[in-house]
Structures are given as structure tokens and as C-alpha cells.
């Protein structure tokens, strides 16, 4: 949703395709490892990118900045490292906007996601004036 110099995307998960379907399904530490998690959050950025991109007509030219990222990565309760999975997703930020450029950012374990994710993204965008 964009709201005047302010973009707000919710609940996107790592699919890939076509044809579009789940990529990395699971929870970390069950189904899948740290390594799969953060491929998985890389993902999930990289598809809020293309959402992004759709918004704004076809370029992300008229990004500033990324202002705050949500990481929810569906874990076993005893799994700690949230942040470290959402990594991923920093990463791909970094290598576009730059490292100097990362936003404020979440990471929170829970116990489902959508479809049997294992990481969702939310994201707050500022817009060039």
C-alpha cells in the first residue's frame, strides 16, 4: 500500500516460479537448517522487491530507503537465532541500497506462517519526494 511518500508490504513469503509456488517450506530446526532459513529470508526479500517493483511501476527507482524490516521465521520454540536467519533478507538489501543503507529490523520466531513458510517479510518503504 502506498501512502504518500511511504510504501507498507505485509505477509510476503519466498515462492518461486512460474508456475509460483512455496520455496523453502518448513520450520527451522524440524525441516530445515539455519543455512535453508536464511536462503529462504533472501528469498522473501527478493519476491518484497518484485512486489515493490510492481507498486511502483516497474522500477524501484523512486525507493530512498528501506525505514524497518519484520522477519517472522516459523521455529521450534528453542530456537534462538531469528536474527540470523533474517540476515539473509539484510543481505540482499545491503547489495542493492547499499550496507550503509539497512533499515531498523525485527526478527521474531513463530509458530506457523502461511502455507507452511518458514520466513515472512514486512516491510516500511520511504519513497523519494
Request: aromatic share 6%.
Amino acid at each position: 500500500m502506498v501512502d504518500g511518500t511511504v510504501v507498507y508490504t505485509s505477509g510476503i513469503v519466498a515462492v518461486e516460479g512460474p508456475p509460483w509456488s512455496m520455496a523453502y517450506a518448513g520450520s527451522v530446526g524440524d525441516e530445515i537448517d539455519l543455512e535453508t532459513a536464511q536462503k529462504s529470508a533472501a528469498l522473501a526479500m527478493r519476491c518484497t522487491l518484485g512486489n515493490l517493483k510492481g507498486v511502483l511501476g516497474g522500477s524501484l527507482d523512486r525507493v530512498d530507503r528501506f525505514v524497518k524490516v519484520m522477519g517472522f521465521v516459523r521455529c521450534r520454540p528453542e530456537f534462538t537465532d531469528p536474527p540470523l536467519v533474517i540476515n539473509g533478507a539484510s543481505e540482499v538489501l545491503a547489495a542493492i541500497f547499499g550496507a550503509d543503507r539497512l533499515p531498523a529490523r525485527s526478527a521474531i520466531g513463530v509458530a506457523s506462517l502461511p502455507g507452511g513458510a518458514s520466513v515472512e517479510i514486512d516491510a516500511v518503504v520511504r519513497l523519494k519526494a
